[in-house]
């Protein structure tokens, strides 16, 4: 009977350990103004800064096909140039996301002229469940890190932050 009451003790103990609430991946950050964003393509790198100070690196993977600005929808590269951060998805299918703002005007035009559409839905984006285990550039265009690694650039990054796209 003695052994009985103690499984149950350690069952109502697991029971109760397991109502806590999950790990949130939204994280605070209390740290310098992100200033801008710097990625080099070349290098697979993405810096943020606070005006001349580097806040902190991370090593980034790329659309399929790396080499080159983004020209049209499909053509699976990352656009190279200035643009903005202009949106937020707390529920990305790639964990958590921040939007860039291409195709910027120049980027619209260039498409037209060659009878293009431009694309769109460029992101710095996790890996979400899918995509754990991709190695080398795999995404369509976007700039892809680690889940982790997203939960801090998600908590360091505002809207209207500007990124250079090196090649």
């Keep these: 009977m003695r052994f009985f009451h ?8 697991g029971i ?5 609430k999950p790990p949130s991946k939204f994280r605070t950050y209390h740290g310098p103004e992100v200033t801008r964003i710097v990625v080099n393509k070349s290098d697979r790198r993405m810096h943020l800064y606070h005006h001349h100070q580097r806040l902190r690196s991370f ?3 790329l659309g399929g096909n790396p080499i080159g600005h983004k020209q049209r929808e499909g053509d699976r590269r ?19 996301s ?19 559409r431009p694309g769109g839905d460029i992101f710095i984006h996790g890996q979400g469940p899918r995509f754990q285990r991709a190695r080398g550039d795999w995404t369509d265009g976007c700039i892809a890190v680690t889940d982790r690694q997203m939960e801090d650039i998600y908590a360091m990054v505002r809207d209207g932050t ?6």
């Design 162 to 167: 500007p990124i250079r796209i090196n090649p």
């Design 6 to 13: 103690v499984l149950v003790a350690l069952m109502l103990v």
């Design 59 to 61: 090593r980034v993977q």
């Design 78 to 96: 990352t656009p190279e140039g200035d643009y903005i951060i202009d949106r937020r998805n707390p529920n990305s299918a790639f964990h958590l």
């Design 98 to 116: 921040i939007g860039i703002d291409y195709p910027n005007e120049a980027d619209r035009a260039r498409a037209e002229a060659n009878g293009w």
């Design 16 to 20: 109760l350990a397991s109502c806590g």
